[in-house]
């Protein structure tokens, strides 16, 4: 079992960057995909990035494709969002996620992940 805690959350202008971290312990996240998420009240949490065990494959939402960058290390345990270009849609409750599977696809949507954080808010003011 993966524990997960994100930071890094906050207000923040429009235009301007946030970095997401999400901290995992209890096993290496080596054996996990991993993804952010986010979720507005009242609707179903989204993918926001995802990227598989090694790094190597990462995949991203339409709407943050070319302002995001999803990142990990192995080594530290570590995953990581950077936010630029933040618009007030990107406000939201932000969520790290682990999906344990050996297979090489990453997974698209909430139910195929197995392990959550509690949650980093960040709010972008226009």
Request: hydrophobic share 35%.
């Amino acid at each position: 079992q993966v524990q997960l805690v994100e930071s890094g959350g906050g207000l923040v202008q429009a235009g301007r960057s946030l970095r997401l971290s999400c901290a995992a312990s209890g096993r290496t996240i080596s054996d996990y995909h991993m993804a952010w998420f986010r979720q507005d009240p009242g609707k179903e949490r989204e993918l926001v990035a995802a990227i598989s065990r090694s790094g190597g494959d990462t995949f991203y939402a339409a709407s943050v494709k070319g302002r995001f960058v999803i990142s990990r290390d192995n080594a530290k345990n570590m995953v990581y969002l950077q936010m630029n270009s933040l618009n007030a849609e990107d406000t939201a409750v932000y969520y790290c996620g682990a999906e344990h599977t050996s297979g090489p696809y990453v997974g698209r949507h909430m139910r195929e992940y197995d392990y959550w954080g509690q949650g980093t808010q960040v709010t972008v003011s226009s």
